[in-house]
């Protein structure tokens, strides 16, 4: 598929890291980024947009007396712009059923841990207390239950002795920024989408831990 037919929407919540990584993968693969779209104003990530000639827009949760509500906002937006995936980059909000059915198997996530471990926030941490060996990033289908879909890809890092938060976080963030794009890819070119609940690449449905990418 040409580059110019394949387009994705981002939702993002701040810094926008991912979106950078995604913005400077693009340049050189097969999807195009149609537009940015944040639930907070100030969100960093709207600049990284701004700067790459990105249509962006806010729509602020806060503007909304209810989940259901900005869920209906949300997802009108997304279908004005018409994109073909839907890629979720740090974005803070929880999707609620009715939109997850809306847009089902369009939808992306990047999770900071070996999923099904430690859904939600502070995985890194989690991980250090646990006295894991390893922790990592999934990238996973988005379905209604929390960082429950269906797992597409996962990398790991070690924990180290005396590791920080910060510091995993980091190695975390370096994996995050090289998967992304890659499984984005996957889905622009065709070879990647989920059926009845499972994740197909290739043709063929993978483990439900995902594929591991190694250097």
Known sequence: MEQSHYHIVVLISGGGTNLQALIDASKSSNYKISAVISNKPG???LQRAKRS???SLT???QSFDSRGNFDQALGDAIEEIGP???VLAGFMRVLGTDFVNRFEGRVLNIHPSLLPKYPGINTHQRAIDAGDK???VSVHF??????????????SVPILKNDTREALAARVLEKEHVVYPKVVSWFAS???HMEAGKVI???EEISPTGVFIHP
Not at 145 to 155: K, M, Y
């Open 59 to 61: 729509i602020d949760h």
């Open 142 to 155: 988005v379905t209604a239950d929390l960082d429950g879909g269906p797992v597409i890809v996962q990398e």
């Open 201 to 203: 690449l290739d043709h």
């Open 53 to 55: 000639n990105i249509p």
């Open 43 to 45: 969100a960093f990530g």
């Open 84 to 86: 073909n995936l839907i």
């Open 134 to 136: 390893e922790h990592g």
């Open 190 to 192: 065709g070879r990647l």
